[in-house]
């Protein structure tokens, strides 16, 4: 169960605003022996904005929640996840974790150039991430050892509408990377790296006088995994389309 008094704070001076909401979770949650614990933890969301005018504006946030607690970590037995993954019981009871998240977002509208851009990004970290056995083959074993992990996002979104060309062209890049703590069978611990780029670029067609247009897609993807214990691979993928519509 959760108990959470807060506190909410809210103000605006010229062309930003700012907000705050804090608040004490009051947690109370079973242990493997079938009593309750207690744990009070800090919640906190803010943010910032600035709407530069009604086509640019920055948006800043911050959150730091209680993650999310199922009641499978405190299962004493082995329960069938699904074909071949099973949960395992705990030697010690999960605590409750507390995961934050980092937001940006910036937007501009280049009007001389008919171009209008968006970048992003988005960062986040917790302890929830489980850890496998592989030692139970032909079964994995999925143990809930509140490993530390964090996920990255970021991109960018530029779409140009020629004047002369009656074409619109839109370019999206995006960079996603994931890491996280794992255990071996020896309870070695050990870090899993995976990151991905990717470049997705469109031009459509926008003819006036024809009853059909045109649409080039070209995707670039460039992936690669890495752990301690084994070694890195990278897989490169690229994927033209041409679409037509009438």
Same mark, same amino acid.
């Given at each position: ?18 907000? @705050? ?26 943010g910032?904005?600035? $709407?530069f @005018? ?13 993650s999310a ?30 995961? /934050? ?18 970048l992003?990004?988005?960062? /986040? ?5 489980n ?31 020629? @004047? ?22 020896q ?8 990151e ?21 897609? /070209?995707?670039?993807s460039?992936?690669?995994?890495n752990? $301690? ?12 389309q ?5």
């Amino acid at each position: 169960s959760k108990l959470m008094p807060y506190a909410e704070h809210r103000i605006s001076f010229g062309k930003a605003s700012l907000h @705050n909401k804090i608040g004490l979770a009051s947690l109370r949650f079973p242990v493997l022996d079938f009593t309750h614990q207690n744990e009070n933890l800090i919640e906190y969301d803010g943010g910032l904005k600035i $709407d530069f @005018n009604t086509e640019d504006n920055l948006g800043f946030s911050y959150s730091q929640k209680v993650s999310a607690y199922p009641l499978l970590n405190i299962v004493r037995g082995y329960d069938l996840i699904d074909f071949q993954t099973f949960s395992t019981p705990q030697p010690t009871t999960p605590k409750p974790q507390v995961e /934050t998240t980092l937001q940006i977002n910036f937007d501009k509208v280049i009007s001389p150039i008919n171009t209008a851009t968006e970048l992003f990004a988005l960062y /986040t970290q917790s302890k929830t991430y489980n850890s496998f056995a592989f030692n139970t083959q032909p079964f994995i074993g999925l143990n809930a050892n509140q490993l530390s992990g964090n996920y990255l996002v970021a991109g960018m979104k530029i779409a140009t509408i020629f @004047n002369r060309f009656p074409f619109n062209l839109k370019v999206e890049p995006t960079y996603l990377a994931n890491e996280n703590d794992n255990l071996t069978d020896q309870n070695i611990r050990n870090k899993t790296t995976v990151e991905r780029k990717m470049l997705q670029v469109r031009l459509l067609s926008g003819f006036e006088k024809k009853s059909y247009n045109l649409e080039l897609k /070209t995707k670039y993807s460039d992936f690669k995994f890495n752990s $301690d214990i084994t070694s890195a691979t990278t897989q490169y993928m690229y994927d033209p389309q041409v679409y037509t519509s009438e």
